[in-house]
C-alpha cells in the first residue's frame, strides 16, 4: 500500500501533474520547467523529487545538462497505470492547454541568455 500511497501523493498537487503533462509533449530541464510553471528553482526541483520518488518520471544527464522524461512506469504498477490514463486525462482543462500551448516558446538557451 505504501507505494500506492506514494503514487496518489504525488498526483495530489496541481503543479506536479502540469509537469506529468508538459513531459508528454517533450523532455525539458529544470529551467523550461520553472519557466513554464512560473515557479522559482527549488519549488519546481522539489516537484521534480516527488515525482521521481513515486516513478512517474526519470531524469538523464547530457553534460551540464539535466534532463526529465515521464517514466515507463516500469518502478511501479500504480504509476505505469496513471501515467498510461493521464495521457488520456485533462487535455481539455483550460490550465493545461494554457501551459502546453506555451512549450514550444520555451527553450533553455533563450532562457540562460536571459540570465
Not at 496518489?8 to 530541464?29: F, G, H
Not at 513554464?36 to 527549488?42: F, G, M, V
Request: glycine share 4%.
Amino acid at each position: 500500500m505504501k507505494e500506492f500511497i506514494k503514487v496518489m501523493k504525488a498526483l495530489s498537487d496541481p503543479a506536479r501533474v502540469r509537469i506529468l503533462k508538459m513531459l508528454q509533449y517533450k523532455t525539458m530541464c529544470v529551467c523550461e520547467i520553472q519557466t513554464a510553471l512560473e515557479k522559482a528553482q527549488s519549488t519546481t526541483s522539489k516537484h521534480l523529487k516527488i515525482l521521481e520518488d513515486a516513478g512517474l518520471i526519470f531524469y538523464q544527464k547530457d553534460g551540464l545538462w539535466v534532463n526529465y522524461q515521464i517514466s515507463d512506469g516500469s518502478q511501479s504498477p500504480y504509476a505505469a497505470s496513471l501515467i498510461g490514463n493521464l495521457r488520456h486525462w485533462l487535455n481539455d482543462d483550460p490550465e493545461i492547454k494554457k501551459i502546453t500551448a506555451r512549450l514550444p516558446g520555451i527553450d533553455r538557451k533563450e532562457i540562460l541568455n536571459r540570465n
